[in-house]
């Protein structure tokens, strides 16, 4: 794995989304909330013109890895759930939304969501990069 984060972004006039591949985890809540813009068939993959701000910035809020950001033009940005919830799921992963400050190799970040690894398998760590039993 990359020790540096891999964000591409993408640019519409009113609003950037930002997507780094691994920290995606293939929920799928992109695809399927706006396939007129999310599509891994197509290239470029994200197409942002292809629905209105408001509507796109709904659905990368549903990313639950966090892989998938935006920004409004203006600055506008999330703004992160309050109270702070983790959930763990079946499997051993936990899910958090709300304000957070990640510990990672490349240094302290704020992040309104993550999925991070609750076995410890990860290479990605605090991140879960599915190569443990927590990502099964």
């Known amino acids: 794995m990359s020790d540096k984060p891999q964000k591409k972004a993408y640019q519409a006039p009113e609003i950037t989304v930002t997507f780094e591949a691994r920290r995606c985890l293939h929920a799928a809540e992109c695809l399927g909330g706006l396939p007129e813009v999310f599509d891994r068939s197509a290239r470029p993959w994200i197409r942002p013109d292809g629905a209105p701000a408001d509507r796109l ?57 993550a999925v991070l690894c609750g076995c410890g398998s990860s290479q ?13």
């Open 57 to 113: 910035a709904e659905v990368v809020r549903r990313c639950p890895s966090g892989a998938l950001q935006y920004e409004l033009a203006g600055g506008g940005r999330e703004t992160p759930d309050r109270p702070t919830r983790i959930t763990r799921t079946p499997a051993g992963q936990l899910l958090v939304r709300g304000e957070l400050l990640l510990d990672t190799q490349e240094g302290t970040h704020p992040e309104s969501r």
């Open 124 to 136: 990605l760590q605090p991140y879960c990069d599915h190569s443990g039993p927590c990502g099964e």
